[in-house]
């Protein structure tokens, strides 16, 4: 009788530590704020599955009506460094050393921010090109095709400006300025490129 009584102890209270255990794990729907600008050691970290984590990178919970108005990041698989971040209801195109820039059309809807999505890089193609015109002045312009979570590919393309002055009165902290360029322009530039070849 009393084995049957330590038994039937052992299994109450393994039960309920494993229902403990369980609402801890399964509370997803708190909302964190994870910052956009992140050391590369924090970015491929759970912080719902690892909370202790969250402090050393910066990593706070929030209250879910405020969820909204915090930025959200994904990060792309080329160049390095560059990431899609969500800021209310508009995406921001960021890379290292430079201004963002706006992505818009239905991109912005197709993208999800979730915890469980910042893990995943979103697999983007990346199609860069250098070429020289009549007056031998370099252009170097770039096509990216961004997969969304709803299966389809967009396309956007740039051109990386020259830097003005030199060493001395350039600041490095500056960085780049990456222009928007239309794709057909980048696509003609291509064909012209390669008929003078």
Request: proline share 5%.
């Amino acid at each position: 009788m009393k084995f049957s009584f330590l038994l039937f102890s052992s299994i109450a209270i393994a039960t309920l530590l494993s229902a403990c255990a369980g609402s801890n794990n399964s509370n997803t729907s708190e909302s964190l704020e994870v910052p956009t600008n992140m050391p590369p050691i924090c970015r491929d970290i759970d912080f719902v599955e690892q909370p202790d984590m969250r402090e050393m990178c910066g990593v706070r919970t929030v209250h879910t009506f405020a969820y909204k108005n915090i930025p959200q990041q994904r990060y792309l698989i080329k160049p390095q460094e560059t990431s899609i971040v969500k800021t209310g209801n508009e995406l921001e195109l960021r890379f290292q050393n430079s201004l963002p820039l706006k992505l818009e059309g239905p991109i912005n809807d197709e993208i999800e921010f979730s915890q469980q999505k910042r893990l995943e890089k979103i697999k983007n193609s990346y199609d860069y090109h250098e070429i020289y015109n009549k007056g031998a002045q370099r252009i170097r312009i770039f096509k990216m095709g961004i997969p969304t979570d709803k299966g389809n590919v967009y396309n956007f393309c740039f051109r990386i400006p020259e830097k003005k002055g030199n060493a001395r009165t350039r600041s490095v902290a500056m960085g780049n300025h990456i222009e928007a360029l239309s794709c057909e322009d980048f696509d003609k530039l291509i064909a012209e490129n390669a008929k003078t070849k």
